[in-house]
């Protein structure tokens, strides 16, 4: 599995995901040398997703090129390649699991004043919209519990507005810095994720992509 991370400010939704792939070897993954930026947008919010590649794909590909404004869309696509996924690969014992595997991650627009995070698993089934303030993450196959509980403490250190006032640069920011910092602190442990992190940072009234060498050289801002 890959590395998503997903931040819910209210009025700005942040995604990150890194670049590493896998490929399925005597029922484990295993690092591949391909990398592939994982997140893709359209003018109404961006996605991504960590599971096979073969189903993730054309998904990402209609989202771009069908541009779905509504959660209902989105989930008419998915559903749509899920069953095209079973039909080119019924002779295959592992493709329900496959299937059952991805997870996808989206921000859409939620009115004029707030912008949706949403994460869909197909294993259970559950449509979980993020509220402000939350954050979730996906991680590689050999990341510990142990290790998952150390960047649940530092995901308390995320920022978020106050006083009513929106989501500022200097918040968005830190928690891109506080994002990388976690994805070093699993590196530094040895675990499955590329030095190269992609984000798309989906705030009302303007959107920005950068990866973590632009960011990290040039910082964030509104041009």
């Not at 991680?139 to 530092?154: C, G, L, N, Q, T």
């Not at 070093?184 to 990866?211: K, N, P």
Request: with cysteine.
């Amino acid at each position: 599995m890959t590395f998503i991370a997903t931040v819910s400010m209210g009025d700005c939704a942040i995604l990150a995901a890194d670049r590493a792939t896998f490929y399925v070897g005597a029922g484990i993954s295993i690092p591949s040398a391909h990398l592939e930026r994982k997140i893709a947008g359209n003018r109404h919010g961006y996605i991504t997703a960590a599971g096979f590649v073969e189903l993730i794909r054309p998904v990402k590909e209609r989202f771009v090129a069908e541009a779905p404004g509504s959660l209902e869309t989105v989930m008419r696509i998915i559903a749509d390649e899920q069953e095209h996924f079973r039909r080119r690969n019924y002779l295959k014992a592992a493709v329900e699991s496959r299937v059952k595997s991805c997870s996808w991650t989206l921000t859409l627009a939620d009115g004029e004043k707030s912008v949706l995070a949403a994460v869909y698993d197909y294993a259970s089934d559950e449509l979980r919209g993020l509220a402000k303030g939350d954050s979730l993450f996906s991680f590689p196959s050999d990341v510990a519990d142990a290790e998952k509980r150390h960047i649940a403490s530092m995901a308390a250190e995320f920022s978020f507005e106050g006083r009513g006032e929106g989501s500022s640069l200097q918040d968005i920011r830190h928690n891109l810095s506080l994002i990388l910092s976690i994805a070093g602190y699993l590196r530094g442990r040895g675990r499955c994720l590329t030095s190269q992190i992609d984000f798309a940072v989906h705030a009302v009234g303007w959107r920005r992509e950068v990866d973590s060498g632009q960011f990290l050289e040039k910082g964030l801002s509104l041009r």
